[in-house]
């Protein structure tokens, strides 16, 4: 994107915009690639990531100053679904595209029920 001055612009899905999750799975794709992981190629839904928000809303949402690049980041808890190795690639490597600068390693969650 570009602002009206002609500045280039980035723009930051949050969690409830349709091209949050697209902008993951086709990051995760990249890296895929890049790394060799074959695809399965029996059909889409095979090579397909979602990540879903369960517990996020506005607060979750940090601006952070990195030199002098704005970043827009989400924290909470989310829910992914995929094949395997594409599931455990995004643990290995992180989620987006900003993972050499220290964002999108994500941890398993397990919801603690106190008796």
Do not use: C
């Amino acid at each position: 994107m570009f602002t009206p001055e002609g500045k280039k612009k980035t723009y930051y899905y949050a969690p409830t915009e349709p091209e949050f999750s697209k902008q993951i799975e086709a990051n995760l794709a990249k890296k895929a690639e890049a790394l060799g992981v074959k695809k399965p190629a029996s059909n889409y839904q095979d090579t397909k990531i979602t990540i879903t928000p369960i517990h996020v809303s506005a607060r979750n949402q940090h601006i952070i100053m990195f030199k002098t690049t704005v970043i827009k980041a989400w924290s909470g808890i989310y829910k992914l679904t995929g094949p395997t190795g594409l599931l455990r690639l995004a643990f290995d490597t992180g989620l987006g595209a900003k993972n050499p600068r220290g964002f999108g390693m994500i941890e398993k969650w397990e919801e603690r029920r106190i008796l």
